[in-house]
């Protein structure tokens, strides 16, 4: 038998891509080598373990040996998750690969509101053979501080990590346990409690789990909102789980659910809530106890969900500072109640009803969508102040169609309404206006090019102004059309202004649309611009346009091409005859905060 010896040069960034996770690994035979090995010193600076999470260990040190029959792992030091670790592998190479190996570690654990770390020491040991051993672990203050008797974590299971169900049983025991020191992306808690899992048979485990949080908190704070968890469940292969049964107290109030097997793969939930505070589940959230119920079934791999959930106590206080839009909007809005009914299997959604009342609106819903190939069909009429509309249709990249209607009866109630939202510009709310507008819109076709056909009236609409003041400007009569494709649509449009006395009326006809790259185009046929003033004169001013004008936008760049109009005065005095006036340009391009033009 030979001896190779291998000098090892030091690798700076070596990275990993593990397996396909689909794949089940199988237990090896043998791990028996042709020759002898020994690597005295093997030292690494940075490794990353590019897989779903991302995983980094740095000053890597250690030895291997392999003697013909086991081979010798001396993990002399590595860093990683703040921590320093070191231990020992000796691993059979044949006759059922009998394991032996020690793991021992440092980590300075960050303490919420604290200023210093709190130190643990984490030890474990593994015995038996490599398709099936037992593992002890403990993690615990450091011995000599303050610590020490603090956080405590002590863990016994027998493991097969080949097997389709790799922890045989387990048990483990808690106290003033924080996972967000051990595992950066985890919340930060405090457990104290048992969890026991046990075989029943030979396909199923039952779960049991008794614990206290003394560290609640709402998720977007890195806490867990619940303070005590007591659950019984099962887990049966290949694969599937159930919650029996399972008590919380989350948010000032409990949750409670109850499982139970119909069939081999079909499996039914149900969960009541009373009283819970979505302010503890998240700070967004409007500070209403919500109470309610949920079901849940399994038939094979479909779920079918049900739900209905109703606040209760008056207003809500004003919520904290929101984290994000969307859980900002949902804070603004005041969810009332919540009526769900729905089908998910795979990448197929199914919802025919969702009803949402906020405090002052209303949506009813329905939905039917691949969530990948983003094909669906579905309906929605919402409804609150000063505003209400229908919409129904179906859509995919190539084929599709449907049509909407938005009426607004109040536009100041719907300014108002919006000015609630967050991430809407101030401008909303800066003026409001009185008025009615009404907009249909219809399509056919898919999204990549569709046939459009829409029309938007507006009566009047107009700026509240505060007695003492002028008239101010209103629009009235307008009146626009859209038809045809959205890379080649024809717009007409109608509008009148007006002040006092004072009117602006205004006619464009022309057509444009959709370009590749995120470019819009369009090409102006005709506008014209009617002014009258009676402090000016008793005839009109008009302006026309007398060649087409075409317009581009692409990437922040305007452009605008060469064109012409003609500006005609009303006669200086009664009996005299017009002027005009011809007002021609060049090309016109505007991009990084600077005009090109000439004319």
Do not use: C
């Not at 046939?451 to 505060?466: D, H, I």
């Amino acid at each position: 038998t030979g001896k190779l010896r291998v000098a090892v040069p030091a690798m700076r960034r070596p990275q990993h891509r593990p397996p396909d996770p689909g794949e089940r690994l199988k237990a090896p035979e043998s791990l028996e080598l042709p020759l002898r090995v020994r690597v005295d010193d093997l030292r690494v600076g940075r490794f990353e373990w590019d897989g779903k999470t991302r995983i980094e260990v740095g000053e890597l040190v250690a030895g291997y040996s392999y003697d013909g029959f086991r081979h010798r792992l001396a993990l002399r030091n590595l860093r990683a998750l703040d921590g320093h670790y070191r231990g020992n592998l000796v691993l059979g190479a044949r006759d059922g690969l009998p394991l032996d190996a020690w793991l021992q570690g440092r980590i300075s654990a960050p303490v919420p509101g604290a200023a210093a770390a709190l130190p643990l020491v984490f030890e474990a040991n593994a015995q038996g053979q490599l398709a099936r051993f037992e593992l002890q672990a403990q993690v615990q203050g450091e011995p000599g501080s303050a610590a020490l008797d603090a956080t405590q974590a002590r863990v016994n299971a027998h493991l097969a990590p080949f097997e389709p169900m790799p922890v045989i049983d387990a048990n483990a025991d808690v106290k003033a346990f924080d996972a967000g020191a051990l595992w950066p992306q985890a919340p930060h808690t405090s457990l104290s409690g048992t969890i026991a899992v046990q075989p029943q048979g030979t396909a199923t485990w039952t779960v049991n789990a008794d614990l206290r949080n003394a560290l609640p908190g709402p998720w977007d704070r890195r806490r867990v909102p619940a303070e005590r968890v007591r659950l019984q469940g099962d887990v049966r292969l290949p694969g599937q789980a159930l919650v029996r049964e399972l008590e919380a107290q989350v948010g000032g109030g409990r949750v409670l659910a109850r499982g139970e097997w119909e069939a081999e793969d079909a499996w039914q939930l149900e969960g009541t809530l009373a009283g819970v505070d979505p302010a503890a589940v998240h700070t967004a959230m409007a500070p209403l106890p919500l109470s309610g119920k949920a079901t849940v079934r399994a038939q094979g791999k479909a779920f079918l969900f049900e739900t209905l959930l109703q606040a209760s106590g008056g207003r809500a206080a004003p919520p904290r500072a929101a984290g994000n839009e969307v859980a900002a909007t949902v804070a603004a809005l005041e969810v009332r109640s919540l009526k769900a009914r729905g089908r998910w299997a795979g990448e197929e959604l199914s919802l025919p009803q969702l009803e949402v009342t906020t405090a002052d609106a209303k949506l009813d819903a329905a939905l039917d969508m691949r969530l990948r190939a983003r094909p669906g069909r579905g309906r929605a009429a919402p409804a609150g102040p000063g505003r209400g509309g229908r919409a129904v249709g179906a859509g995919g990249p190539r084929t599709g169609g449907g049509n909407s209607r938005f009426v607004v009866e109040d536009v100041a109630q719907a300014q108002q309404w919006l000015m609630k939202l967050p991430g809407l510009p101030p401008a909303i709310g800066k003026a409001l206006f009185t008025g009615r507008g009404d907009l249909q819109l219809a399509w056919q076709g898919g999204w990549d090019d569709p046939m459009v056909e829409g029309t938007l009236s507006v009566s009047q609409l107009q700026p509240a102004t505060p007695p003492g003041q002028g008239p101010p400007w209103a629009v009235r009569d307008v009146s626009a059309r859209l038809d045809g494709r959205l890379a080649d649509a024809r717009l007409d449009l109608k509008a009148q202004l007006q002040q006092d006395a004072r009117t602006l009326a205004l006619s464009l006809d022309g057509r444009g649309g959709r370009r590749p790259g995120d470019a819009w185009q369009g090409q102006v046929n005709q506008l014209e611009a009617v002014a009258r003033d009676p402090a000016v004169g008793p005839g009109p001013w008009r302006l026309a346009l007398r060649r087409p004008l075409d317009l581009l936008w692409a990437g922040g760049r305007f452009e605008a091409g060469a064109s012409e109009a003609a500006l005609i005065a009303p006669p200086a005095k009664a009996g005299g005859g017009t002027t005009q006036a011809v007002i021609a340009w060049d090309p016109v391009r505007f991009a990084r905060g600077e005009l090109r033009t000439a004319g």
